[in-house]
């Protein structure tokens, strides 16, 4: 085992694992957003399925990265509206409500993938920045700074979206509806308004996760392309107790553990590969056995607000 | 009346659905008529469209009465596909391994393995949702993961057909079962097997269980208010896994019967995606184990429908998960207006009683 992993094999894993935990960043972030304002939102991964085909098809056809990004992130708006519509309009579970989302992004992802484009193309997508300087120290320079744009925005939206929660209004706001909604309505915050936008705001990264995926991951679009990364995504929240800080541990430790078993395939090593590839799942059920029994969620979380109950 | 409403709540969604469709169908250039007058063929079109119908519908059905005994007792069971796996492949092993017995014997044997794979699949998502306050959603999705990969690693290893091995075809897939194994066929030439009844007589006897017995109403009473049933004495924690349990169970079973009744071995994709769509049947059939039947029919003929009219007008059986997707959202959506006339009704029946007190 020594000898196979030379430094340069290491600098390759953790290369990996900074771009494979790119789409988990950005989708478990947004899926706390929504859950902090009461609303589990468990189709990220039918989202992130419909926002990795539009931003592919948008790509594909104009060749412009930058508008299949923002297609990506307009399917995850849209998508957001339609669980908000049901889930906060029309206070359905919301379980099931994003299983339903997930079998409709699954479903019309495939749909459209196989009328508009038929077989796997592919892209050349996001290519790497080097950051100048940065980029030449040793070792972190080239795991850390020579990555593509998507990649550093979703390492830069950690510190933002724990700025936007601890330190502004609307991060306040958004805690006192997935806590106490009563309250906050009575004191003039519209529940549904503020759990429209966290619903949005978290399905446009979710989106923002899929197209990451198709234009600066894999560089393709086929069926099931996350192979239920957006489940895991949902399960990073909790494993980080809705803090982003801890979102990115979970994140990172999920792409280390993928990007290592990416590794030991393409050298040969013999484990079967199989049992490689449930790592990551084993590991989810293990570790949320053990985080979500101690960390406390957010009070209103999965229940729907309807005014005068309390 | 406005329980009739309730009842057609979902007809209305799938209408609803099939509209939705239609209009996507234009968009794809396709005439929805045309289409639509494909998936009706394609379903109740033959005796054979018909008999296929039933097939598809049998593991919807059992599926669909295990979501029918978690959603019970409210607990959400996403872990349908992954515990169809572990039945299926218990089935196979079951079957592969004990040649030398009657076939009743390892029907029987099968049956019972399969069940208790599922169980265990289900079970142990039930247990950490009881015991560790885990997300069984979560917990299902990432159980179905790992069944996923046990089953390639199985059909590709271990269980491999020795004679794709000899063809160097490598076929991810098993050796078929000797048909003493095989269930038997209802109509000849046909694909109809006796699993359709089993599924049946399954569903009166899950009827009987929730309705009719101390444990089915404990799972219920649990789902319907855990505080209250924790202040009358029952182990809501223990009722929570066992209704995963069961649901497990049921779900192992719908995989023996596509292994033993269908496919008569185990093959990728054995699932046909029926865990997810055995949801949507359990929703559709108003989560009561005889409406499942009716419910477990009509989306068996829409996944057939959608292969008739993949090849009869080129439009992606895909658009049949999309509309299935798009009916969950539009039942849970409706059940607002259905919660809203079930209050009417009871304040309407309070008031009928107050102005009947003297």
């Not at chain 1, 430094?7 to 900074?18: D, H, K, R, W």
């Not at chain 1, 749909?111 to 972190?140: A, E, H, M, N, Y």
């Not at chain 1, 040969?268 to 199989?274: E, M, R």
């Not at chain 1, 029994?293 to 999965?302: K, M, W």
């Amino acid at each position: 085992m020594s000898e196979i992993i030379t430094s340069a094999v290491l600098i390759g894993i953790l290369t990996s694992a900074i771009r494979l935990a790119t789409p988990y960043l950005y989708a478990a972030i947004g899926e706390a957003i929504s859950e902090i304002s009461g609303v589990v939102n468990l189709g990220v991964d039918g989202i992130m399925l419909l926002s990795a085909y539009g931003a592919f098809f948008v790509a594909l056809n104009t060749g412009n990265l930058w508008l299949g990004l923002l297609t990506g992130a307009l399917v995850g708006v849209a998508m957001g509206l339609l669980m908000a519509f049901i889930s906060v309009t029309l206070k359905a579970e919301q379980g099931i409500s994003g299983i339903g989302l997930y079998m409709f992004g699954l479903g019309l992802s495939s749909l459209l993938f196989k009328t508009t484009i038929g077989t796997v193309k592919t892209v050349v997508g996001f290519q790497p920045v080097r950051i100048p300087l940065l980029s030449d120290l040793p070792f972190l320079g080239e795991v850390l700074f020579d990555q593509s744009l998507p990649v550093y925005s979703a390492f830069l939206l950690v510190p933002l979206a724990w700025f936007i929660l601890e330190k502004t209004t609307w991060g306040l706001r958004l805690k006192a509806v997935g806590q106490t909604p009563a309250a906050a309505d009575s004191l003039g915050v519209s529940v549904d308004r503020v759990r429209y936008l966290a619903v949005c705001v978290g399905s446009m990264l979710a989106g923002l996760a899929g197209a990451s995926l198709s234009l600066a991951l894999v560089n393709l679009f086929q069926e099931n392309l996350t192979a239920g990364q957006g489940f895991i995504a949902v399960a990073l929240v909790y494993f980080g107790g809705w803090r982003p800080l801890g979102i990115l541990l979970g994140a990172l430790l999920f792409s280390t553990v993928n990007a290592f078993q990416l590794w030991m395939q393409v050298l040969g090593v013999a484990i079967p590969s199989d049992v490689a590839v449930m790592l990551p799942y084993l590991l989810t059920i293990v570790v949320l056995a053990f985080t979500v029994s101690r960390v406390r969620g957010p009070a209103a979380l999965n229940k729907p607000f309807e005014r005068g109950e309390h | 009346m406005s329980r009739l409403v309730d009842a057609l709540l979902p007809v209305f969604a799938t209408l609803a659905a099939l509209l939705i469709g239609a209009v996507m169908l234009l968009f794809l250039q396709v005439n929805p008529i045309q289409a639509y007058a494909a998936l009706w063929n394609g379903a109740f079109g033959s005796v054979n469209a018909f008999a296929e119908t039933l097939v598809k519908a049998t593991p919807l059905l059992l599926v669909a009465l295990g979501i029918c005994i978690s959603f019970r007792g409210d607990v959400i069971n996403i872990g349908g596909e992954g515990q169809m796996i572990v039945g299926a492949i218990l089935a196979t092993w079951v079957g592969l391994t004990f040649t030398e017995s009657p076939g009743w014997l390892v029907i029987t044997l099968a049956m019972l393995g399969g069940f208790l794979g599922g169980a265990i699949w289900g079970g142990i998502p039930g247990l950490l949702k009881a015991y560790f306050n885990v997300n069984e959603i979560l917990s299902t999705v990432m159980m179905n993961a790992i069944a996923l990969q046990l089953m390639n690693l199985l059909v590709r290893g271990p269980l491999i057909d020795p004679a794709g091995v000899a063809a160097k075809t490598y076929l991810p897939q098993s050796e078929r079962l000797p048909q003493q194994v095989w269930l038997g066929r209802l109509v000849p030439q046909t694909l109809l097997h006796s699993g359709v009844i089993i599924a049946v007589l399954l569903a009166v006897m899950v009827y009987v269980f929730l309705w009719r017995t101390t444990i089915g109403y404990r799972i219920r009473a649990v789902g319907l208010n855990p505080d209250a049933s924790r202040y009358a004495g029952i182990p809501v924690p223990f009722y929570q896994a066992l209704s995963l349990t069961l649901a497990g169970g049921f779900a192992g079973l719908a995989g023996v019967i596509e292994v033993i009744g269908v496919q008569h071995r185990l093959l990728e994709g054995i699932t046909s995606g029926y865990g997810f769509s055995g949801i949507v049947a359990a929703l559709f059939g108003g989560l009561h184990p005889l409406g499942l039947i009716p419910a477990s029919w009509l989306f068996g003929s829409l996944l057939v429908g959608a292969d008739m009219m993949q090849r009869a007008v080129q439009v992606p059986s895909a658009l049949i998960d999309t509309l299935l997707g798009l009916v969950v959202l539009l039942v849970v959506g409706s059940q607002m207006w259905s919660r809203r006339l079930a209050t009417r009704r009871v304040i309407a029946l309070a008031r009928k009683n107050a102005e009947a007190q003297p």
